[in-house]
């Protein structure tokens, strides 16, 4: 049984890594022919593309997918540690998984994600959850077809590593859409905003060879994707762990000249992004106009507590230079209120940083103590009244700036990406605009999966309704 411990996690040494190809082991394939499994997602993307080869390698080992839990033979859950709430689904998801484990004892039932990689969570899971077959970390889920074969001789499987293993390659993916991928370029991340438990749950920072990523985009060209989201906890440290003059605007360089229609790119942390990667945006149309621009406080002394490495002042400036580079631009943001020692003009602080950079989306959140972080154990933690009146007043003002941006839109032409067919109206269809903006179109017979003009007629606060011509 090897557990988590976040002591070693939080180790900086850089430890060399090397890259290794996965394969299934033939005795694993088709093994478990005719069962299926169910899987749920929590998270960010990065969780959705771990289960996107999750269930790949499922696939492989002849699983069935399922999207009713209560008829599958196995329900896996991938879990997320970023919020307290994030937990507590998880948990709530398990509870259920008991209730059918006892009317189902060949129920097979496995944790991975973030959460596993947290001492607590494997502990609550020995104590209450012993039931399981197999908690698995986010450094060696493809191991999971070895951990689920072995516990059903063997009973409850832990293998959590806490710190990062060997750079994994070629693992198989079932994407979820046929038009548009993401595409890891850097794992883990070396930050250690003091709030923030990804460092922990995902390890150091680790870049992926450039020649395996653009390998993996020409790829996704041949099969007619139309769009690539390059994913990482910082996309702009790519590189620095490996080379010594390839960073993410060398990698972005390379990408717009495969002359995929669309690169977007999460997240971008304000301390790396440099001048080169604001200009490589603003010359190459296929690098879309879009960037999310994490500033969590408006309020100097705030960040410098949540170690975030940049002032408001610079976080101002950096706007304003890609605002001025880059014309179209729709910049997005996560906010977080209610940060140990946040005062009443901390938060004006970060009202006021809104109304200068006039968001085109933002994700709001309340700050959640996190076991084992140092926020943690900062004083004057704000009371909970307090941070949720705070959001409320935050949510106010960036909604303000949605709609207001949106209409800016309304009678002009904007390229869409056909995603699919609305799942309420008739003759409907909806996509995104290059800025990330939700379209729902009016229109017959659109091509779903490619690019086309819509006019758009009507701006709402989270979405814009358009028409085909
Ligand atoms: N790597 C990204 C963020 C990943 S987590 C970045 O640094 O930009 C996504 C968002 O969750 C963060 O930007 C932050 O706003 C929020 N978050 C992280 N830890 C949190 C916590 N303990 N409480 C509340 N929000 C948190
Ligand atoms: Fe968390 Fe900060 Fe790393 Fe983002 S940059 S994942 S907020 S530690
Ligand atoms: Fe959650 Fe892990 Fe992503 S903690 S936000 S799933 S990196």
Redesign the pocket.
């Known amino acids: 049984m090897q557990k988590p411990d976040f002591k070693e996690a939080k180790t900086t040494d850089k430890r060399p890594y090397v890259t290794k190809k996965f394969q299934l082991e033939k005795k694993y394939k088709n093994s478990f022919q005719g069962k299926t499994y169910f899987m749920k997602t929590?998270?960010?993307q990065?969780?959705e593309h771990d289960s996107e080869m999750i269930e790949a390698i499922l696939q492989e080992m002849g699983f069935q997918k399922e999207e009713n839990y209560e008829q599958a033979d196995l329900i896996l859950l991938n879990t997320?540690?970023?919020r307290e709430n994030?937990h507590h689904k998880a948990f709530g998801m398990l509870g259920r998984c008991k209730h059918l484990k006892e009317k189902r004892p060949d129920l097979m039932i496995g944790l991975c994600?973030?959460m596993s990689q947290e001492e607590i969570v494997v502990e609550e899971v020995l104590k209450h959850y012993p039931f399981l077959n197999f908690v698995v970390g986010t450094h060696n889920f493809y191991k999971i077809p070895e951990l689920l074969t072995t516990s059903l001789k063997e009973g409850l499987q832990v293998e959590v590593y806490s710190r990062e293993q060997d750079l994994i390659e070629q693992i198989p993916m079932d994407r979820k859409a046929t038009y548009k991928a993401y595409v890891n370029i850097i794992y883990g991340c070396d930050k250690f905003c003091t709030y923030c438990?990804?460092p922990y749950?995902?390890g150091r920072q680790r870049s992926r060879k450039k020649e395996d990523i653009l390998e993996e985009i020409k790829e996704l060209i041949t099969e007619g994707y139309q769009e690539v989201t390059l994913l990482g906890?910082n996309v702009n440290a790519y590189g620095k762990d490996l080379y010594e003059s390839y960073g993410f605007g060398e990698l972005l360089e390379d990408v717009a000249k495969t002359k995929i229609p669309r690169i977007r790119f999460v997240t971008s942390h304000p301390w790396d992004f440099t001048d080169h990667m604001i200009d490589l945006i603003a010359k190459y149309p296929n690098i879309m106009p879009s960037i999310h621009l994490p500033v969590q406080s408006g309020s100097s002394s705030i960040l410098k507590k949540m170690g975030r490495r940049y002032t408001r002042e610079n976080y101002l400036e950096l706007v304003k230079k890609l605002k001025a580079k880059i014309p179209n631009l729709a910049l997005s943001t996560d906010i977080i209120v209610g940060f140990p020692g946040e005062s009443e003009e901390d938060f004006e602080e970060t009202l006021s940083l809104v109304k200068l950079c006039k968001y085109d989306n933002a994700f709001t959140f309340i700050y959640s103590p996190r076991v084992g972080t140092p926020a943690l154990k900062l004083k004057d933690q704000i009371e909970e009244s307090v941070k949720e009146e705070r959001l409320q007043r935050l949510n106010k003002i960036v909604n303000h700036y949605f709609l207001e941006n949106n209409k800016k839109l309304v009678g002009t032409k904007q390229q869409v990406l056909i995603e699919g067919r609305s799942p309420k109206q008739k003759d409907a269809y909806f996509g995104y605009t290059e800025t990330n903006k939700l379209v729902n179109i009016q229109g017959k017979d659109l091509p779903i999966g490619k690019i086309i003009s819509i006019e758009i007629m009507e701006a709402k606060t989270w979405s814009l309704d358009g028409r085909a011509n």
Do not use: T
């Open positions: 929590y998270g960010c990065m969780n997320c540690s970023i994030a994600g973030c438990i990804v749950a995902r906890q």
